[in-house]
């Protein structure tokens, strides 16, 4: 079964300081990818950053990055240098390569930044 | 297109009556998701395209749900007999595949209200 957990319904986060967002998943599929999505009040679902199974490296884009525990199954979103519009939800996915092509969604969390 | 388009944004329709959803994903993009987000909810999945054909339609809720897909390219969902516990936004989202890091690029989403 494919699973993509977050368990912090609800974050806040002071302006300038960094927050970690909680992702787990699960998956038998040797071989996948791990995404996070940015969706802010407006409803637009934006693309945010890309983990793959094999990469060795976690991802950064900009002020995002994906701390990747592949043995843990997480994959937590580091937001440094939080900023007002960075308030939104997020949402991890999950999308296995050789089991359909299904992504899969975690039920988010809603992050607020504090001025 | 240079983006997803979704029509309509909003959809107020009356209990029992037919209503359809229609996405043009991106000139190209061979894959197409449909995901249903009910207030304050994460996403649902409906059904994935590969082309035209649905290799995924296990999350259709009740047969009332169908979708096509013509020409590679515009889908069509089409909701049966509304009931209000149809009420949500469908969101639909494109990639250029079902390979490696292709992203889902989403739509703004179709609003809709059965009262």
């Known amino acids: 079964a494919q699973k993509i957990t977050q368990t912090q319904p609800g974050m806040f986060v002071q302006e300038k300081e960094a927050v970690t967002l909680d992702c787990t998943y699960d998956?038998?599929?040797?071989?996948?990818?791990l995404f996070w999505y940015k969706q802010p009040s407006s409803g637009e679902m934006i693309f945010l950053i890309y983990q793959g199974s094999y990469d060795q490296q976690n991802a950064t884009e900009g002020r995002y990055s994906l701390n990747f525990q592949k043995a843990r199954k997480s994959a937590n979103l580091v937001i440094s240098a939080s900023q007002l519009g960075d308030s939104a939800m997020y949402f991890c996915a999950m999308r296995p390569y050789n089991t359909g092509n299904q992504f899969y969604f975690g039920t988010g969390t809603s992050l607020t930044v504090i001025p | 297109g240079a983006g997803v388009s979704q029509s309509p944004s909003n959809k107020v329709t009356e209990k029992g009556k037919d209503v359809e959803l229609r996405c043009d994903p991106i000139?190209?993009?061979?894959?197409l998701y449909w995901y249903r987000q009910s207030l304050g909810q994460g996403l649902e999945f409906l059904i994935y395209?590969?082309?035209?054909?649905?290799?995924?339609k296990s999350g259709l809720p009740s047969d009332r749900f169908s979708a096509e897909r013509t020409g590679g390219s515009v889908s069509t969902l089409t909701i049966q007999r509304t009931q209000q516990e149809d009420s949500a936004v469908y969101l639909c989202a494109s990639s250029l595949g079902p390979q490696g890091a292709n992203v889902l690029t989403f739509g703004a989403g179709s609003r809709l209200t059965v009262l």
């Open positions: 000139s190209g993009h061979t894959a």
């Open positions: 395209f590969q082309g035209n054909s649905a290799p995924d």
């Open positions: 998956t038998s599929d040797p071989s996948y990818g």
